[in-house]
């Protein structure tokens, strides 16, 4: 494979001129397909064949008009102090402000006074807006329309604050993104010394980006795409394709000061850091694509689009490197800076580098820093054992917004639990007595809510009125949808624990409503659907552990020819898993130095987080493995003494990767100050990973157990090594080509195995 990729990169740097003009292309014909066959994004997290959104499906086919898929909006209104909203004054503002909110995308206005939705002081109350299409498809006049609602408000002197989903926070400016490429490029230039080379991997990496992203905006136009995708798409793609150039840029470098030609060390330098490029970005892809295992539509559509982007970032690094490489000359390795100190950022063997010193030091003391390495990990896991899941609501939502506003008002006023309502939907269908049957679920929750202790604030029942009409109109409706709705307001959160419990215990107790009466109960509302994915990504997370590891595992037996390395590799993973879900628990969940993210409240965990965080570690993880360990095996190949090979090869590697994994972090930093939460919490969490990975892990645990095994860490059945092909990462057959790229004497003889 080598050998390959060694053409692959000497051609590219020879005909610089057809590469960079195909990518060009590429990007300028994706920048109009996006520009005219974009569509929206949504922050939709949906599953099909879960309770909760069987509940919802159910509401939509049977009673269309109550659009259970539609956005909502909670319009506050809140009265100065020593008045009330029930004053008539106020009383008609509040009704002219929301009869101006009338669309033709509204189904539904619920107003205060009519629900009873006041505080018992009369200065807080709100009303719920429900639209007949998703917040994205929501028009310009359906937006600037709830927006006049806050200036009505304003001119009767009311204060209005907006929450829901209807009104989407506009998009930012990619400060994230400035943050990673500000970082990678001071990181840059101090590993290389020179402008124009820390430029090179920044400029691949921005391409590779821009493609990977105009592709997904192209595609929104024919597919309905979470707003996660491009964004982690983003995320992963300037993170791995800034150090995927770095590695074979750090070679070439490295190839160009031991005399090779430009074209000749541009072949070399794909065909050995290349071909460990290639392998680090398969485990990658093979990380991010598994998450297709679960079932779940966002997480699928995010993984393969972030698999997407890595390939390609993967495909530039091999091709457009080169050829920006062939243009720029010897530019890449003159014109240092005058302040930073020449150094070969590959090493040399002769000389005593603080990686030498440090993997030196490991060596000797192996034992201990294995145990020490080992307990600091496990220590700062421990808040893993407390973590708590949940969905994303207002209530995590930057202090002062006009969401975390509304929905503080509501809790304050109302209690918590009247921000996330639960919903009990009665499908009456096969009911003998569907009258009946609602009835007698309403009577088992309010049961429930009558016991010492219970977690309901109040039931809202179906049928709200025992005059004659009222049962009349209750009944015609039921034989007409044949469906009725009773609502469960909690005591707490949306997100809290005891709101998780309240979804079990109701579904317990109208668990035998299909015996006794024919009718079925199911629960919904936003935490019921939290609960059921929970659940669901619980149930496959086991089925995707066995199938991304254990394909990684066998792409890494074949790399390094060895059982004992990719097993070593897959058990450190989980080491670092622990320290970022136990950090993310610590800041998130428990508060503790929250404030330096932006953040001014505690919540629950990203439901989703540690399964996509396993994802995505688990790829990058196996980056820093093979970066390090490739070097390590190809002393070794070469005849060096195994526990010798470890401290060469970890010194020929270590300044590079630590360059990559602080890049990393920046780009994972940049994204953690970020408002929204869902991208504020992932940032964080591999950050820490990265940081936890690269340094406690692949440069201080791993090179501390390969000390220790001395030989045995490479071995290998025979059996198995005749099955295995040889893919030969460490380049030997390319040691073999002389100057011109023609076969000559082989440098160098391969250990039998």
Request: hydrophobic content about 50%; glycine content about 10%; aromatic content about 6%.
């Amino acid at each position: 494979m080598a050998l390959h990729l060694f053409r692959l990169g000497r051609w590219s740097f020879l005909h610089r001129k057809v590469v960079a003009s195909v990518w060009v292309l590429l990007l300028i014909g994706l920048a109009i397909g996006s520009a005219t066959l974009s569509g929206k994004t949504n922050d939709n997290f949906e599953l099909r064949g879960i309770e909760s959104t069987q509940a919802f499906d159910l509401i939509k086919e049977r009673s269309p008009q109550a659009s259970p898929d539609g956005a909502t909006a909670r319009v506050v209104f809140e009265a100065p102090k020593g008045s009330a909203l029930t004053e008539p004054a106020y009383k008609t503002a509040v009704g002219d402000a929301l009869a101006a909110v009338k669309t033709a995308d509204v189904a539904s206005i619920v107003d205060p006074f009519a629900a009873g939705t006041v505080s018992q002081d009369g200065r807080v109350g709100y009303a719920t807006v429900t639209y007949t299409k998703q917040s994205v498809e929501l028009t310009q006049a359906d937006k600037d329309a709830l927006s006049d609602v806050k200036q009505a408000g304003s001119d009767a002197g009311l204060g209005v604050a907006i929450g829901g989903d209807a009104l989407q926070a506009e998009t930012s400016p990619p400060t994230a993104e400035a943050i990673g490429i500000v970082v990678a490029f001071v990181v840059l230039t101090l590993t290389f010394g020179s402008l124009v080379a820390a430029g090179m991997p920044l400029v691949t990496a921005i391409v590779g980006v821009g493609i990977g992203f105009l592709s997904i905006s192209v595609l929104t136009g024919f597919i309905e795409l979470s707003s996660t995708t491009p964004a982690l798409g983003t995320m992963l793609g300037l993170a791995v394709g800034i150090d995927y150039a770095l590695f074979i840029m750090s070679r070439y470098q490295h190839e160009v000061r031991r005399g090779r030609s430009l074209e000749d060390a541009a072949g070399r330098a794909v065909g050995t850091a290349g071909s460990a490029v290639v392998f680090a970005g398969l485990t990658v892809i093979i990380a991010l694509a598994g998450l297709s295992v679960c079932g779940i539509g966002f997480l699928t559509q995010t993984g393969l689009a972030a698999a997407f982007i890595v390939a390609l970032a993967v495909l530039i690094a091999l091709t457009l490197l080169p050829a920006i490489l062939g243009f720029a000359g010897h530019r890449t390795t003159s014109g240092r800076l005058r302040f930073l100190r020449s150094r070969d950022t590959e090493g040399d063997d002769a000389v005593r580098t603080n990686g030498r010193r440090w993997v030196g030091l490991v060596s000797r003391a192996k034992w201990p820093v294995l145990v020490a390495g080992v307990a600091v990990a496990a220590i700062a896991s421990i808040p893993v054992a407390s973590m708590q899941l949940a969905l994303p609501d207002d209530a995590s939502k930057p202090a002062g917004s006009d969401a975390r506003v509304a929905y503080d008002l509501i809790a304050d006023n109302f209690g918590a639990g009247a921000n996330g309502p639960l919903v009990v939907v009665v499908d009456t269908k096969n009911a003998d007595d569907p009258a009946g049957a609602v009835a007698a679920v309403t009577a088992d929750l309010q049961q429930l809510a009558g016991r010492p202790g219970s977690d309901i604030a109040a039931v809202v029942p179906a049928l709200t009125s025992d005059t004659p009409e009222a049962k009349q109109a209750f009944a015609q409706q039921l034989d007409a949808v044949q469906l009725a709705t009773i609502t469960v307001i909690p005591k707490s959160g949306p997100s809290d624990e005891s709101t998780k419990n309240l979804v079990a215990d109701i579904r317990d107790s109208v668990s035998g409503l299909a015996d006794q009466t024919g009718a079925r109960a199911l629960v919904t509302g936003q935490t019921a659907v939290g609960v059921d994915i929970a659940d669901k990504l619980t149930a496959v997370f086991p089925v995707y552990l066995l199938v991304v590891v254990g394909l990684a595992v066998f792409l890494l037996i074949a790399v390094f020819r060895s059982i004992w390395v990719p097993i070593k590799a897959a058990l450190g993973f989980l080491l670092s898993i622990g320290v970022s879900l136990g950090a993310t628990v610590a800041v998130f969940q428990w508060g503790w130095l929250n404030d330096l993210l932006g953040l001014d409240t505690t919540s629950p965990v990203l439901f989703i987080l540690p399964i996509l965080l396993t994802g995505i570690l688990f790829g990058l993880a196996m980056d820093y493995e093979v970066f390090l360990v490739t070097r390590m095996r190809e002393a070794y190949v070469h005849g060096t003494p195994a526990r010798q090979a470890v401290i060469d090869g970890f010194a020929h590697s270590a300044r590079v990767v630590v360059a990559a994994a602080f890049i990393m972090v920046g780009v994972f930093i940049g994204f953690a100050l970020s408002d929204d939460v869902i991208l504020k919490t992932i940032g964080f969490a591999l950050a820490v990973g990265v940081l936890a990975d690269a340094f406690l892990v692949r440069m201080t645990i791993v090179p501390a157990i390969m000390a220790i095994a001395g030989d045995r860490i490479w071995w290998m059945p025979r059996w198995l090594g005749r099955l295995v092909p040889d893919l030969d990462i460490e380049g030997t057959k390319v040691d073999a080509l002389d100057e011109g790229g023609r076969h000559a004497e082989p440098v160098g003889v391969e250990r039998a195995q």
